[in-house]
T-cell receptor, first 115, second 113 residues
Framework: GAVVSQHPSWVICKSGTSVKIECRSL??????MFWYRQFPKQSLMLMAT?????????EQGVEKDKFLINHASLTLSTLTVTSAHPEDSSFYIC???????????FGPGTRLTVL | DQQVKQNSPSLSVQEGRISILNCDYT??????FLWYKKYPAEGPTFLIS?????DKNEDGRFTVFLNKSAKHLSLHIVPSQPGDSAVYFC????????????FGPGTRLSVLP
């Protein structure tokens, strides 16, 4: 399987600031990356799907101007939470896959706390 | 409406006994199913999968059973160990979903020593 890292693992920021979360696929050419968020005691909710070199596809209800996703290479995708507010506090998880794979490989997650 | 359901939010089992986690789905187009295990503050890790052409898949202590007519699958863990305590997510995919998976809400398993 793929080894996926996320940075930072935990970030605390003030309301109104922007936060960037990186997702790196260390040994795997990730043609597709997914971003999920998980609220406490709830399931993983898909936010967006990004294919390398093209614009991300956002799920219904996810604001694309607020959650900026960039998938610039086969090993890196970034999620920027712009003008973060306390309700954006959550656990954000990325996953990677390839066309021929039936499985997604998940990163360790990033806990965002907005004060 | 939830397409993948895990009706038991939590389950407690004695160490050494069998743990059975259930998952139901509504979309008959789903043809591939996975179970993920998740510890707090960590990303999910893959456990086991099953394709709709099979009704059982086994990997060590973990066995997944699929009943297509009932749109039901279950994960059996035998014997259960304290380290198995985690949240277990059932996920489903199909042609209409590309490489994306629809996740169930999860079941928190506690294995008591």
């Amino acid at each position: 399987g793929a080894v996926v890292s996320q940075h930072p693992s935990w970030v605390i920021c003030k309301s109104g600031t922007s936060v960037k979360i990186e997702c790196r696929s260390l040994d795997f050419q990730a043609t597709t990356m997914f971003w999920y968020r998980q609220f406490p005691k709830q399931s993983l909710m898909l936010m967006a799907t990004s294919n390398e070199g093209s614009k991300a596809t956002y799920e219904q209800g996810v604001e694309k101007d607020k959650f900026l996703i960039n998938h610039a290479s086969l090993t890196l995708s970034t999620l920027t939470v712009t003008s973060a507010h306390p309700e954006d506090s959550s656990f954000y998880i990325c996953s990677v896959t390839q066309v021929t794979y039936n499985e997604q490989f998940f990163g360790p997650g990033t806990r965002l706390t907005v004060l | 409406d939830q397409q993948v359901k895990q009706n038991s939010p939590s389950l407690s089992v004695q160490e050494g006994r069998i743990s059975i986690l259930n998952c139901d789905y509504t979309n008959s187009m789903f043809d591939y199913f996975l179970w993920y295990k998740k510890y707090p503050a960590e990303g999910p890790t893959f456990l086991i999968s099953i394709s709709s052409i099979k009704d059982k898949n086994e990997d060590g202590r973990f066995t997944v059973f699929l009943n297509k007519s009932a749109k039901h699958l279950s994960l059996h863990i035998v014997p259960s160990q304290p380290g198995d305590s985690a949240v277990y997510f059932c996920a489903a995919s199909g042609i209409d979903y590309g490489q994306n998976f629809v996740f169930g809400p999860g079941t928190r398993l506690s294995v008591l020593p």
